[in-house]
């Protein structure tokens, strides 16, 4: 039967038992290296690709793509704005709002908030609220006058829910009989929100009448809220549609408010990964050091193959074949590892928090309160591309060395 003699070779030198444990045990440290470097890269890449996920779909959900304003005063006739808005290209919706801060109070807890009056209807072409109501609805703030729908955080903080009052004060001062005093407004919890994400601390919606009236502006807006096909175009489309409308206008994008977080999610991603393909360099300097030490210990059977007439590049192929199998192997190992880790984490994390009985991460510190990951297999690919080149490129100096044995020299002293 026909075998391929370096590899035939290669593979008996593999499986074979050594009278030297320690290079066995060198050759298993490799492998579980390579094993947990190729893992390790697999899973963080995931969570860092889930937190990329977490903020595109869920922060850039809850704020606009980009938002269109009055220069230095409310913007009038917004309907007309926002209906030659619509018909540009690109554009997925456009929702007129107004914003305050203030400070919620109940019961002696007092909260800062971000109060945004909106449109229930059109609301949701430029929002995912409606998608994550807890409890009420959206809808709710059309029906009820001055009604107000928290965020999940923000309302267990002040121990409310739908139904009960809480008073909203803006930093503004109203003259009465009774001195300087400053605006006050009691509001109806209608609803509650839940993103998983820090704006479950700090915002609040009430409807756009009830916004203005609080605000005194009337019937103007302070802008609108604009949702593309592509968040990314939206810096530059924002732009040229603003240019295009008649009138000064200030222009706001989602970059200003979040691009920095996103930015540094993709730093981070680049940077754990080459930090973590340190550990697959270190798992590659083991196969080196193997290889070097299983070449010293089969100098006389290399001898003996090539006084047979093995050539020394059939020599090579067989250590490359060593150091190649050791490689695969540890490479197949951690993909299977970092698949599984990374398609779990989540549940994982989750279930330790309950356990344990404490959270990992708080959405008062961090902008979303879970571990997420979403493995790409794009990311799969290239990492197990680079392991196992980089496996092969370990085995090269040590088979060189072993195919420049002498046979006269080896055997000498045998």
């Given at each position: 039967m026909f075998r391929p003699f370096s590899l035939y070779v290669g593979l008996r030198y593999t499986g074979a038992k050594r009278s030297n444990h320690f290079i066995s045990f060198i050759s298993l440290v490799s492998m579980l290296g390579l094993m947990l470097g190729v893992a390790a890269l697999i899973l963080v890449l995931s969570v860092m690709n889930g937190f990329d996920r977490e903020l595109k779909q869920r922060i850039l959900g809850m704020v606009p793509h980009a938002t269109i304003a009055g220069y230095g005063e409310p913007l009038q006739s917004w309907e007309?704005?926002?209906d030659d808005i619509a018909r540009q290209p690109g554009v997925l919706g456009?929702?007129?709002?107004?914003?305050?801060?203030g400070m919620l109070?109940?019961?002696?807890s007092v909260h800062g908030v971000q109060v945004t009056g909106i449109d229930p209807v059109r609301e949701n072409q430029v929002s995912i609220i409606g998608e994550h109501?807890?409890?009420g609805s959206l809808a709710a703030l059309g029906n009820e006058r001055f009604g107000i729908v928290l965020g999940a955080i923000l309302a267990r903080s002040l121990g409310v829910g739908p139904g009960d009052k809480v008073t909203l004060v803006l930093p503004e001062a109203s003259v009465s009989v009774a001195g300087v005093v400053p605006r006050m407004k009691r509001f109806t919890v209608v609803g509650v929100f839940e993103v998983g994400a820090e704006l479950d601390a700090n915002l609040a919606y009430i409807s756009l009448e009830d916004a203005a009236v609080i605000t005194r502006q009337g019937n103007g807006v302070d802008g609108i809220r604009l949702r593309f096909d592509d968040l990314f175009d939206a810096p530059a489309a924002v732009r040229q549609i603003a240019s295009g409308l008649s009138g000064p206008y200030l222009v706001s994008d989602w970059t200003r408010s979040h691009g920095n977080l996103f930015q540094a999610i993709q730093m981070e991603k680049r940077m754990i990964g080459l930090l973590l393909f340190l550990i697959v360099f270190v798992a590659a300097f083991n196969i080196v050091s193997t290889?070097?030490?299983?070449v010293t210990d089969k100098k006389a059977d290399i001898a003996i193959l090539r006084t047979l007439g093995a050539t020394s590049g059939r020599i090579m192929r067989i250590f490359m074949v060593q150091g190649c199998l050791i490689g695969t192997i540890g490479t197949l190992l951690g993909t299977g590892l970092g698949v599984l880790l990374a398609l779990t984490v989540t549940d994982l994390v989750a279930w330790m928090e309950r356990v344990l009985?404490?959270?990992f991460l708080s959405a008062d510190v961090y902008f979303i309160s879970y571990l997420p990951s979403?493995?790409?297999?794009?990311?799969?690919?290239?990492?197990?591309s680079a392991a196992l080149t980089i496996g092969f490129l370990a085995t090269l100096y040590p088979a060189w060395r072993a195919s420049r044995t002498e046979p006269a020299e080896a055997l000498r002293y045998e």
């Open positions: 007309r704005v926002a456009t929702a007129p709002y107004i914003q305050a801060q109070t109940q019961g002696g109501m807890r409890a290889l070097v030490m299983v009985g404490i959270q979403q493995l790409q297999w794009d990311d799969v690919t290239l990492i197990c």
